[in-house]
C-alpha cells in the first residue's frame, strides 16, 4: 500500500506504482502472445503432412485466429496504459488533500490549535429547543449551547473553542475561556414530535494523510477519527 503525507514526495509514489505495475507484467508474461502464436503456426506448417496438407480453410481460420490474438493484446497494451495514467492522477489528487480539511459523518473530532471545527446536524423537521453539547476527550460536558428553534433541513454550525455561530449567526453565547487543542465528542439535541432527540451529525478533520491502496482506492486518515473512505466524505472544505 502506498502512503502520502508531507514527508513522503509525489515521485515515489509514481515509482512505486511502476514497480508494482512491472512486477504485475512480469507475471503475466508467460501468456500465449502475437510472436509465439505465429511460431506456434509456422511449424504446424513445416512439420504437417505432405500427403495431407493443410486445407485452405482450416489455414484461413487459423489466420483469423491470429488477427484475434493480435488485437486482444493490443487492447490489452492500451488498457494497461490507461490504468497506469488513471493511479497516477489519483496519486497526484491524493497528495493535495494532506493538510486540508473534509467533512465526513461522525460525532468526533479534533480541534487544532487555533482551528475551527465546522460540524452540520440533518433535522428532518422544525426543531424546538436545539443544543449543541460538547465533550472533551474524557467524556467531560464542557459546553452546553443552547441554538433554539430550527428549522427543517440542514444546520451548520461553527466552533473555535470559545465562540459558537449557527447558520452563519454568531450566538450570544460564549465560553468563558477558550477550550484547548483536542478531541471532542458533538451532540445535537432537540425536540422533535415531541420527544428529545439526537441528531445526525458531520464534522471537519484535518487530512493528516492518504494511504493508496493496489487497487487505486484512497483512505483518509483524519485527525480525531481515524481511517475513512474518500467515498465517504460528504464535503470537501
Known amino acids: 500500500m502506498s502512503q502520502v503525507d508531507n514527508d513522503k514526495p509525489v515521485s515515489s509514489i509514481l515509482s512505486h506504482l511502476n514497480i508494482t505495475q512491472k512486477n504485475q507484467k512480469e507475471k503475466t508474461d508467460n501468456s500465449l502472445g502475437q510472436t509465439a502464436f505465429l511460431e506456434l503456426m509456422i511449424a504446424q506448417m513445416n512439420h504437417q503432412d505432405p500427403l495431407s496438407p493443410q486445407d485452405n480453410t482450416e489455414f484461413v481460420a487459423q489466420l483469423a485466429q491470429f488477427s484475434s490474438v493480435e488485437g486482444l493484446e493490443r487492447l490489452n497494451k492500451n488498457f494497461e496504459g490507461f490504468t497506469n495514467n488513471f493511479m497516477s492522477n489519483q496519486a497526484l ?22 482551528g475551527i471545527v465546522s460540524g452540520s446536524a440533518l433535522l428532518e423537521s422544525s426543531t424546538g ?6 465533550y472533551n476527550d474524557k467524556g467531560s460536558l464542557v459546553a452546553q449551547v443552547p441554538a433554539g428553534d430550527q ?14 455561530e449557527v447558520n452563519g449567526k454568531l450566538l450570544k453565547w460564549r465560553a468563558e475561556q477558550p477550550m484547548p487543542a483536542g478531541d471532542y465528542r458533538f451532540e445535537v439535541m432537540g425536540n422533535q414530535n415531541g420527544e428529545q432527540q439526537q441528531m445526525q451529525t458531520a464534522l471537519s478533520a484535518n487530512v493528516n494523510s492518504v494511504t493508496m491502496g ?24
Open 93 to 114: 489528487q491524493a497528495s493535495s488533500l494532506v493538510g486540508t480539511s473534509v467533512s465526513v459523518e461522525t460525532d468526533t473530532t479534533k480541534l487544532m490549535e487555533g
Open 129 to 134: 429547543g436545539v443544543a449543541i453539547n460538547i
Open 151 to 164: 428549522p427543517r433541513g440542514e444546520m451548520v454550525f461553527r466552533w473555535d473553542g470559545q465562540n459558537m
Open 214 to 237: 493496489a487497487d487505486g482506492k484512497l483512505t483518509l486518515n483524519l485527525a480525531g477519527i481515524g481511517a475513512v473512505n474518500i467515498a465517504d466524505v460528504k464535503q470537501f472544505n
